[in-house]
């Protein structure tokens, strides 16, 4: 069997269509749609269906395909340990992490393992979407949600906490609110919402609340919102990491500690494909970053 044509195989089906195959492999649409029917007529077999949104393999399909990945990661594999012989850690690894999370606590531990493995290319995105780690553009993304997709493996790297603040100024002249219902009068500033309300999830104990806001200061730049709440322009509703070493030095009051605030979804998943080979380098990345975590819990 021509290897060549497994690994178009392989592409075509990971990409999910041949549009996507064609420009993953820098080929024409209609080359690659030329080698898989000439592929297909040499195995006398039909190995793709074309739905309505994408390309799905049948059974016969699924099977060269398992196999064809297989084959495709151990000779990656194999490629990367002669590279590897006689030379420090080498490859490429992109990552997509949260705006506010990752600059205000994985910047430091990406700069630190950068400096450990010299020899790694970071391309680090801050984002907040999933879509680029399904459609190939990313090896790994890590984002804030309340339970992560079934088609991806999903690393739990721990429970994210909304805070109510504000500054002392603010607290001075209007007061904190003391309950849900207050929220609603204060000018709110927090994450980008959908439209212009903000769904927020409320716990005490094992009961569950639900309240709308319409926030007044909106931005996905975590930094940004940190100054305008210590600026005293209104109530923040943010994660704890934002504001945690302004709260420590007074410059911020929490409010409504009692409550669990939950926005966006309330755990951190680090996030990739089950089926894509992971290099050397990505497979230590992964391992450094869940050190990094549980270090983070033993001293929080």
């Known amino acids: 069997m021509d290897l060549n044509m497994l690994s178009l195989l392989v592409e075509i089906i990971e990409a999910g269509n041949l549009s996507e195959a064609a420009r993953r492999l820098r080929m ?143 607290a001075r002249a209007h007061g904190l609110p003391q309950s849900l219902e207050a929220l609603r009068q204060s000018p709110l500033i927090t994450a980008m919402v959908i439209g212009r309300q903000l769904r927020v999830a409320a716990y005490l104990g094992a009961e569950r609340h639900e309240v709308l806001l319409e926030p007044t200061l909106i931005s996905e730049n975590f930094e940004f919102l940190r100054q305008a709440i210590e600026a005293g322009l209104g109530v923040g509703i943010v994660p704890d990491y934002v504001v945690r070493n302004a709260v420590e030095s007074g410059e911020v009051l929490t409010t409504l500690d009692e409550w669990r605030l939950s926005i966006f979804g309330n755990h951190m998943y680090m996030l990739y494909m089950p089926n894509r080979h992971h290099t050397r380098a990505t497979t230590v990345f992964i391992d450094y970053l869940l050190a990094r975590v549980r270090e983070a819990d033993r001293d929080g």
């Open 28 to 170: 024409s649409r209609a080359n690659v749609s030329y080698r898989l029917a000439q592929f297909e007529r040499t195995l006398g077999q039909q190995l793709l269906r074309r739905t309505t949104r994408r390309i799905e393999p049948t059974e016969i399909g699924q099977r060269l395909y398992e196999h064809g990945r297989a084959i495709r990661d151990e000779l990656l594999a194999a490629r990367e340990s002669v590279q590897m012989l006689g030379q420090s850690l080498q490859g490429r690894i992109r990552l997509s992490v949260p705006s506010g999370y990752g600059q205000q606590v994985m910047a430091a531990w990406l700069i630190d393992f950068k400096r450990q493995y010299p020899g790694i290319v970071l391309d680090v995105v801050f984002e907040n979407r999933v879509e680029d780690l399904l459609q190939g553009e990313v090896d790994i993304a890590v984002r804030v949600m309340s339970e992560p997709p079934q088609n991806l493996v999903a690393r739990d790297l721990g429970r994210v906490r909304y805070v109510a603040c504000a500054s002392p100024a603010y």
